[in-house]
């Protein structure tokens, strides 16, 4: 995946994602918040980042993003709501939807 200023049409970042082929991917709606969330490189898990808030370390900016542990098949979709505050995951075997925190990862 690759996440691009739609200003500039730079390359702001770009993450290694287990085989994608559906382009399972989210961003939220509130233009005060920016988040992202995609595939990890690990089966059944997700990464979520926050393009608003980075960390700067070796005068590089770090985008903040966490990883959280969805699912043991592979995720099949991904939503955030509005604000942001929330993720949403299916797998594969479509019986379980499960719901975190973008905060910290916790499933609620």
């Known amino acids: 995946m690759q996440v691009f200023d739609l200003r500039t049409l730079e390359r702001i970042s770009k993450y290694e994602t287990v085989e994608n082929l559906g382009g399972i ?3 939220n709606s509130d233009k005060n918040m ?3 969330a ?3 490189k690990d089966e059944g898990n997700i990464r979520v980042i926050n393009f608003d808030r980075y960390k700067e370390e070796k005068a590089q900016k ?3 993003e966490i990883e959280i542990k969805a699912h043991k098949s592979q995720v099949t979709a991904i939503a955030l709501n509005w ?3 929330l993720v949403a995951t299916a797998s594969l075997e479509g019986q ?3 719901v975190f925190r973008t905060s910290d990862g916790e499933m609620i």
């Open 25 to 27: 991917a989210a961003v």
């Open 34 to 36: 920016g988040l992202f």
């Open 38 to 40: 995609c595939l990890s």
């Open 62 to 64: 770090s985008f903040l």
């Open 83 to 85: 604000q942001g505050s």
């Open 96 to 98: 379980v939807i499960r």
